[in-house]
Nanobody, 110 residues
Framework: QVQLVESGGGLVSTGESLRLSCTAS??????SAWFRQAPGKEREFIAT????????FYTDSLKDRFTISLDIANSTMYLQMRDLKPEDTTHYYC?????WGQGTQVTVSS
């Protein structure tokens, strides 16, 4: 059973940075991803990364400010977010196939 646990969310001011973590456990963890979703809105893809090759893919609108990475030794995926804006305020989730974490809230004050 795959388990994903996010952490690192919080309240920051516009222009600040934040790093989210997702610790993964269980079998068959190959390609993990970050998404975000605000209440009542569609889930938005952010980025994905391969645990085997480290290759990454980003949504165009966020690739200049967000960076996905891995710490394989600690089974952890990161999302480094820079120059945060109020519109980045929402719940962030990590994903592996059909599995989702519980999410972590990021709030950016203006």
């Amino acid at each position: 059973q795959v388990q994903l646990v996010e952490s690192g969310g919080g309240l920051v001011s516009t222009g600040e940075s934040l790093r989210l973590s997702c610790t993964a456990s269980g079998p068959n963890i190959y390609n993990s991803a970050w998404f975000r979703q605000a209440p009542g809105k569609e889930r938005e893809f952010i980025a994905t990364i391969s645990w085997r090759s480290g290759s990454t893919f980003y949504t165009d609108s966020l690739k200049d400010r967000f960076t996905i990475s891995l710490d394989i030794a600690n089974s952890t995926m990161y999302l480094q977010m820079r120059d945060l804006k109020p519109e980045d305020t929402t719940h962030y989730y990590c994903n592996e196939g059909l599995h989702w974490g519980q999410g972590t809230q990021v709030t950016v004050s203006s």
